[in-house]
């Protein structure tokens, strides 16, 4: 089937897994037209790539009652590094339980690498068109694009909508930017015999640049917005310490050395706090050492420490705006040191840095699965 010339192409292989007990002849051969369909479309797309494409029934769920995307997308990456796929596609008849939506038809996760999507609410007439286009909605996002009015990046708010689309050009550039680099990854990844520093290190320094837009596109700086008690656990010892005459004593006389290296290890320690306390380093740890992997940690934990950056930032904020409504008479009275601006804006430092600590406190009450789906998911398509 393959002639010289695809050998000489680099291979991309995403594993494609059904992970629902579907015996029914017709269910599964539908589920293999779309693979097709998404083979077919991804060969005509980006010839300069040779895709290979596993199909395997893994029969671990029933067909009854909905599936929570967490357990899916952890079981997606550890049939992914397993079989030393680039990405993994896990397929269910049932459906999916959302967490920020009504309903959900897939849940694509960039920084995993891997998507999930149900078959559940889609056209039985019409199912194995609409799920390769879906397919190509979530490789869509996991290759780092963004929305479109049209083609496969169009939202698809409802099943009907979704069609078999060709990417644009410009978005056929980007995503084959983005498989390159997975290529030369794949290519350099052979024979390591790092140290665990070493290797994380050298993974950063192998793709410096996505690393940081991977960061950059799970917009950290909302993380504070997504994670409810960690900033109400901070908001509220803001304001408990905003009133208190002798924090104000503590926190205008600590000098600004002190203050700088504060807001450093409490913003750190916060997130080695959150990584380890909700164990987001632990995804597929037994599979062992790839560079994907730690690829993954070094984007999770550089998101989860420019959100607390983030949340240092609008505490700041928030603590500096309401001291300046504390009147002047009242704070000389807990003071002894002048009170300017800068005072204020040295206190405000100080109650932010101590808001961290205590958010992150806080956010270790957070739901697990609500910190990993604030990282890993993309979406809910
Ligand atoms: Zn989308």
Redesign the pocket.
């Known amino acids: 089937m393959e002639n010289k010339q695809d050998a000489s192409k680099p291979l991309m292989s995403i594993g494609w897994i059904i992970a629902t007990d579907e015996r029914d002849k017709a269910v599964l051969s539908t589920y293999r037209q779309a693979h097709h369909y998404l083979q077919q479309t991804l060969e005509g797309q980006f010839p300069q790539f040779q895709w290979e494409m596993p199909f395997i029934c893994d029969r671990r769920h029933t067909q009854y009652g909905a599936l929570e995307p967490l357990p899916l997308l952890e079981f997606g990456v550890q049939e992914k590094l397993s079989h030393h796929w680039d990405y993994a596609l896990v397929l269910v008849s049932n459906e999916l339980v959302p967490r920020y939506r009504p309903t959900t038809f897939g849940v694509p996760s960039s920084a995993l690498e891997v998507a999930i999507m149900s078959s559940a609410r889609l056209d039985p007439q019409q199912q194995s068109e609409q799920l390769a286009a879906l397919a190509l ?1 979530m490789f869509g ?1 996991v290759w780092g694009l963004e ?1 479109a009015d049209s083609g496969p ?1 169009a ?1 698809p708010e409802e099943a009907a909508s979704l069609c078999i689309t060709p990417f644009s050009p410009e978005q056929q550039v980007e995503i084959v930017d983005r498989l390159e680099e997975v290529a030369d990854a794949r290519l350099e990844e052979q024979s390591h015999r790092l140290g665990h520093f070493a290797f994380y290190w050298r993974t950063f320094w192998a793709d410096p640049r996505g690393i940081v837009e991977d960061v950059w596109g799970y917009a950290p700086w909302k993380m504070p917005l997504h994670m409810e008690r960690l900033t109400a656990a901070a908001a509220v010892s803001i304001l408990v310490l905003l009133l208190a005459a002798e924090a104000w004593e503590v926190g205008v006389n600590v000098s600004t050395i002190n203050l700088l290296l504060g807001v450093g290890v409490a913003t750190i320690g916060a997130t080695l706090f959150l990584f380890f306390g909700q164990h987001l380093g632990d995804i597929a740890r037994h599979v062992g050492w790839r560079e994907q992997l730690v690829r993954t940690r070094i984007v999770v934990f550089s998101t989860l420490l420019f959100g607390m950056g983030a949340l240092w930032g609008m505490l700041f904020l928030i603590s500096f705006i309401t001291t300046l409504y504390i009147p002047q008479f009242v704070l000389s009275g807990w003071v002894d040191v002048p009170i300017d601006t800068f005072t204020l804006l040295r206190y405000a430092a100080f109650l932010a840095t101590v808001g961290v600590i205590a958010g992150a406190l806080g956010g270790n009450l957070e739901e697990e699965d609500q910190i990993k789906a604030t990282l890993f998911y993309d ?1 809910e ?1």
């Open positions: 909605h996002h929305h990046m939202v979406e398509t």
